[in-house]
């Protein structure tokens, strides 16, 4: 995690959440990033996963399962609930169309799932969602004020890069 000025810029395996002002940011292609906000208290982050499948050995926040259980230590260490927070879903994109073997998700894809997948169990509700497609996208989650701004990059399989 790097920090500069006014922000925190998440590299993947990176988490944050504080109630700090701070503006955190982040860049996907097939990671996906969760961001948590409490619209009361003024308290959110974010974190930037790497892989859908489980870690070995210790806990790891590349790791969706790790990194949600971050979230909800810090949720309910400020004894506040999940239903409490506005939650957005962002990244999982398909960065080698063609890749995957023939039946099989591309990790994007199953990163999009599992991370739907936990967040329900752990009782949060989507709020924003933009995932998928062949693109990057730029994150940032705005501490102060809750706003969440993406901005996609298209990536064309012929090299060519197109912002959306």
């Known amino acids: 995690m790097a920090t500069g000025g006014s922000g925190i810029y998440l590299r993947p395996g990176d988490i944050h959440f504080g109630g ?6 982040t860049l996907l292609g097939s990671c ?4 948590l906000w409490h619209a009361r208290y003024r308290i959110g982050g974010m974190c930037h996963v790497v892989f859908p499948s489980e870690p070995r050995g210790d806990c790891d ?11 909800m230590d810090q949720v309910l260490s ?8 506005r939650v957005g879903l962002f ?4 960065m080698f169309p063609g890749v995957a073997p023939p039946g ?6 199953r990163n999009v799932e ?10 949060f509700d989507i709020d924003q969602e933009e995932v998928g497609g062949i693109a990057y996208r730029k994150v940032q989650l705005s501490l102060l004020s809750g706003a969440v701004e993406v901005r996609a990059t298209d990536v064309d399989p012929a090299g060519q890069r197109n912002v959306l």
């Open 78 to 85: 400020r004894r506040t609930a999940p239903r409490e927070y």
């Open 104 to 109: 099989t998700l591309a990790v994007g894809t």
């Open 61 to 71: 926040n590349r790791y969706m399962r790790c990194a949600l259980g971050h979230f």
């Open 20 to 25: 700090d002002g701070l503006v955190v940011r």
């Open 91 to 94: 990244g999982g994109g398909n």
């Open 114 to 123: 599992l991370a739907r997948t936990l967040l329900a169990k752990h009782g």
């Open 32 to 35: 996906v990033a969760v961001t």
